[in-house]
């Protein structure tokens, strides 16, 4: 049964909440309202949620390198928990670490009460990877590879059958099932990954960049598969370094960056709180960047003016009120004989979070 609860428009998604005829008398008071405008804005306060992995000072170095510095964190159970960060952050040795594949060089975590140090076998066993690249038998067909993952996990020959025929219908890939593997599309691959990642019915599912390097399409697919599964109870850690997927899809998001968590929070809670303020988006022809190193500092200096931010022909300038300062920026820059192509108030993306944070574009 769907877990999935509507109440007054507002969509709430809770583990432990699996009956949709819960009374609207019961659930109010289980629910703390801070914000009606969200869905990410509501808390629920239900006694059963416990955390479901807490990580501890987890950190990694290969030699010199440190992959993972120190990080702290906890997921509740329930969520879509995203880790978001370009190339290089450490989301994928986080996920390593977390899955047991590899082990850390200092800290630990606790995954559903077992220690990551000390109960791996236990961890395992209520866990399921998407790992980020492909990694099942390309030579065998579909239905054999969720049939050897089922005899891994000792399930019996009926187990295997009904749930792998259930899989392979819930991610369209019935039809294909005696097709080997090798010969799929990335979609398919992707699709089949994450069918075997749930043949065992794990209680948390991680997927390290399930939708990168896919068509649209897919990446839907991908999505609505995930946001199916953990309406079904499935908590899901997921990482992406795609601002907006994280955005659509993550009920509350870590950005990483270098090996550190920079930010936390929803995605509403990591754009207006970091970002307090309204955001200015100016676009400068290229060749005004000779001047911007003395420019930047004199906007600094503007009494409405919080922050400047110039990448790539494109100033992101944070005021504290929307009063005038629109003009009085346009006038900044007509005053130094600066010409501006394009000028507009924005909503500020995750990226732009992103940018703030590191001072660099995602992409760099
Ligand atoms: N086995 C390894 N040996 C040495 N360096 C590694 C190893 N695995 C990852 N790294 C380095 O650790 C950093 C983080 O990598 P990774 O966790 O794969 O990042 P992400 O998944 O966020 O792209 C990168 O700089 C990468 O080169
Ligand atoms: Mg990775």
Redesign the pocket.
Known sequence: MSSKININNIEIKNNDIKNNDIKNSRMKNDIETKSMKNKNDIEIKNNKTKNNIEIKNLTKK??N?T??DKMNLTIKEGEIFGFL????????????MLTTLIHPTSGTAVIAGHDLLTEDVDIRSIIGVVP?SFSLFAELTAQENLEYIGKLYGMSTNQIKERSEYLLKQVSLYEHRDRIAGIFSGGMKQRLSLAASIMSSPKILFM??PTTGLDPQSRIAIRELTEQLNSEGITIIY?T?DMEEADKICDRIVI?DQ?KIIADGTSDQLKHLIMSGHLIEVRLSPEEKKDMHNIIPELKKLSFVKSVVYNKDVMHITVNTKAGTFYMISDFFHKKNIVIEEIQYKEPSLEDVFIHLTKKDVRD
């Open positions: 290969f030699g390198f992959a993972v960060g370009p190339n290089g952050a450490g989301k994928t040795t986080t996920i390593s980020q390290d960049e990482t370094h990483m090996g």
